[in-house]
């Protein structure tokens, strides 16, 4: 019995040893609220995360999401790592002061990575010359906003595994020699959600989307701008790349260009799509799409497909008398106007192939409705004449 005992013990220190020294202790703590655990470079990787200043903050990044990965379930809620201003070199399993997130937290909630809202700059990731500043994979769930990364292969990198990558007010610095700011690969998702700055001044590739990754600028959507430059830049390869069955969105919402120059210049191609690619920049509600800067001119190499539109309001006529509508090319709602049995939407700008189109009614639906469909127009069709409110999507380029 006292060596059946003694063996007990040691197992008990020895599991609180490894605690103590950063490993996963037994059980995981229940987030009952969306919480914070806070880093700071004066802190210590031996603390807890639970409060700012350097007796509570851990040191590093990568401490705080490998905490959260081995220690919480977080249930419905979201974990934030909170950066106090400063630089941080060390910490990243390659270097630098970046972190991997290599998989999906326990629970339903996305990590979140915030640096400081009034002077983003003022958090500053340093790479190291190490592959990547942040990289998500493997599933990981991930929105970063609010700090500044330079000095890597790669700045922000979603990579391989369904990986899924939120930016908001981040700014771009200097990659290594022929690096991304920003790259998405290998069925991963990457999204703007609220504008860029750029205050690098040398870079291989800006944004850089391959193998079936997904590239999405839903900043534009809320009319802001995608990336806003706050330095001379060049990029030695391209501004933008679409290659490998990449696929890269913008769809430009109001009359405001993607890419604020912000009186800088932007060097190097403007943009390259090759094997399979596909750039799409599209303009809705009087936008219209635009090349991204550079200074020379981008093209097409072998398979893929750049397509730039501006679908705004279409062109509603005949529907009868006094028709009303609100929308783009793409969807919209309309009434009809007073003794039809029919409307026509004349798209603003011609699809280059049949759109695929589909019509729903606020009011009771007319008898015998048909509708058909070309790359210049959709055409509504019904029995009765009959004040009819309806809307429609239609998808295609």
Known sequence: MIGIGRRVLAIVCLSLSAAAAGGAPAGRTLLTAPTTFYVDPAGSDGN?????????????????????????????????????????????????????????????G????????????????????ANYCIQAQDQARVRISHLHCRNAGVLFAAWIGSARMQLCAVDLGDTIKGGSQVYVSRHADL???????????????????????????????????????????????????????????ATL???????????????????R?????????????GGCSQEPPGTVDGFVLGAGSFNQACHQTPVVGPCGDAPAM????????????????????RFQ??????????VGYRSEPPRKLRYSVSPAALVIEHERATVAQFTYTCNGF
């Open 273 to 285: 799509v090759d094997s399979g690619g596909v750039y799409q920049s599209i303009g809705i509600a």
């Open 48 to 108: 807890d995360g639970s409060a700012p200043g350097p007796d509570h903050a851990f040191a590093t990044l990568q401490r705080c999401v490998n905490f959260i990965r081995q220690s919480i379930d977080t249930s419905i809620f979201e974990p934030t790592c909170r950066l106090a201003p400063g630089r941080y070199d060390k910490g990243a399993p390659k270097g630098g002061g970046g972190a991997l997130i290599d998989g999906p937290l326990v629970g339903s």
């Open 253 to 271: 919402y109001l009359e405001k260009s993607p890419y604020d120059l912000n009186g800088h210049t932007v060097k190097g191609q403007r943009w």
């Open 110 to 129: 996305v990590l979140n990575i915030d640096g400081d809202l009034a002077a983003p700059r003022s958090v500053v990731l340093d790479g190291g010359g």
């Open 191 to 249: 999204e703007v959600i609220c504008s860029l700055t750029n205050s690098g001044t040398q870079a291989g590739y800006g944004i850089q989307v391959s193998h079936q990754g997904n590239f999405r600028a839903s900043a534009l959507l809320t009319g802001d701008t995608l990336i806003r430059y706050d330095a001379d830049i060049a990029f030695s390869d391209v501004n933008i790349l679409v290659s490998s069955g990449g696929d890269f969105t």
């Open 349 to 358: 700008t011609p699809f280059s192939s049949v759109p695929y189109c589909t």
């Open 326 to 345: 609100a929308g783009s090319d793409y969807a919209g709602f309309v009434v009809e106007g007073e003794g039809t049995t029919g409307c026509v939407i």
